[in-house]
């Protein structure tokens, strides 16, 4: 397995315009979460899934943010109508079940970066 | 809540200088501990953790130890090279699994 993939690594859309991001997972990992990284902060939590149920939404995924991840596979993350304040790094990471461990290991995607103009 | 404090950067040392980016955490009950790394044009890469109070994390030649009673967990390396020149994240996981990230600390390292 060669890890966490995102596609696309680079979006240009105009303000208005809807965008689709997708994240595949490491195969075995029934985990999957999404953050949003601006420049020169951390990553922050936006929402994750375990298995095909999405378990949290963080108030930073506002209603123009939608995400998904039918049959527990891949995840799809689509904003709506974006706006410039929207322009930031949007990673994607996997783990197996920590819901008894917590130190399990994320793995982190390459991330796609999104400006909107 | 919880929450995550770094040190800022810039920080910038000669080759083979003595490490230390201090964190400082806030969380209720007992969460693990995490430093990530993330290398210029790469995505973020887990560098150690630490899952409970006085465990020490270790890896690449760096090291953070687990201080319950200070809440830290500070990332020290005895001798940078000019390849460990990237961003370092302090994190935290509590209930619920999210990570939750400081604001980054970059480190630059001159030959």
């Known amino acids: 397995d060669t890890g966490v993939s995102q596609n696309p690594r680079h979006k240009i859309t105009k303000r208005g315009q809807n965008v689709t991001f997708r994240c595949d997972p490491i195969?075995?990992?029934?985990?999957l979460y999404w953050y949003r990284q601006t420049l020169g902060q951390g990553p922050e939590f936006l929402t994750y899934f375990q298995n095909e149920a999405q378990l949290e939404k963080s108030r930073l995924l506002s209603d123009r943010f939608s995400a998904e991840r039918p049959k527990g596979s891949f995840s799809t993350l689509e904003i709506q109508r974006t706006e410039q304040g929207d322009s930031a790094m949007y990673l994607c990471?996997?783990?197996?079940?920590?819901?008894?461990?917590?130190?399990?290991?994320?793995?982190f995607g390459p991330g796609t970066r999104l400006t909107v103009t | 809540g919880n929450s995550v404090t770094q040190m800022e950067g810039p920080v910038t040392l000669s080759e083979e200088a003595f490490l230390t980016i201090n964190c400082t955490y806030t969380a209720t009950g007992y969460p693990s501990l995490f430093w990530y790394v993330q290398y210029p044009g790469e995505g973020l890469q887990l560098l150690l953790k630490a899952t409970k109070a006085d465990d020490k994390g270790s890896n690449k030649g760096f090291e953070a130890t687990y201080r319950k009673e200070t809440t830290s967990f500070h990332l020290e390396k005895g001798s940078v090279q000019v390849s460990d020149s990237a961003v370092y994240f302090c994190a935290l996981i509590n209930q619920g699994g999210k990570l939750i990230f400081g604001q980054g600390t970059e480190l630059s390292v001159k030959p």
């Open positions: 990471a996997s783990s197996v079940d920590g819901s008894f461990s917590p130190g399990y290991e994320q793995y």
């Open positions: 195969s075995e990992h029934n985990r």
